[in-house]
């Protein structure tokens, strides 16, 4: 049985289908769903290299988040909290799974193959590998 889930939301349109995956599941009242968010630390913007143009980042703000998050929750049929935390997002998702003993964590997955996977990293592969208690992984349509 599913007591506690965590919902690892970001900022790019895979969060909706998270959400909708999320909903298909038949969950009991008793169930307790938190959603999160980690906001990237800077220390990844250490490691751009200074001569080349960067990329913007479509960042959102802390309460642009929060109503995302918000909005999400008001569509739950059970008892839901909010969390957003900065830090590197694997650890951070597999710090709140293990704080909110987690029986099962819900993550999208970008879809990232080849070079750009190796380069950019996968989050989701990261948090599968390390948590200690299942992971569901929503791929894009």
Do not use: W
Not at 5 to 23: C, G, K, N, P, S
Not at 24 to 34: A, F, G, H, M
Not at 135 to 141: E, F, G
Request: aromatic fraction near 4%.
């Amino acid at each position: 049985m599913l007591n506690t889930i965590l919902v690892a939301l970001d900022d790019t349109e895979i969060a909706d289908r998270v959400i909708q995956i999320l909903q298909e599941l038949v969950l009991s009242k008793d169930c307790k769903v938190i959603l999160s968010h980690v906001f990237p630390t800077s220390e990844s913007q250490i490691e751009l290299p200074a001569d080349r143009p960067h990329p913007e980042s479509p960042a959102l703000s802390y309460s642009q988040v929060e109503k995302h998050l918000q909005f999400y929750q008001a569509q739950l049929p059970v008892k839901s909290e909010l969390e957003m935390v900065t830090g590197e997002p694997a650890e951070e998702i597999i710090r709140l799974a293990n704080i909110y003993q987690a029986d099962l964590i819900v993550i999208g997955s970008r879809g990232l193959t080849g070079m750009t996977r190796i380069v950019q990293g996968s989050v989701s592969s990261q948090v599968v590998e390390e948590a200690q208690c299942s992971v569901l992984v929503v791929k894009p349509r």
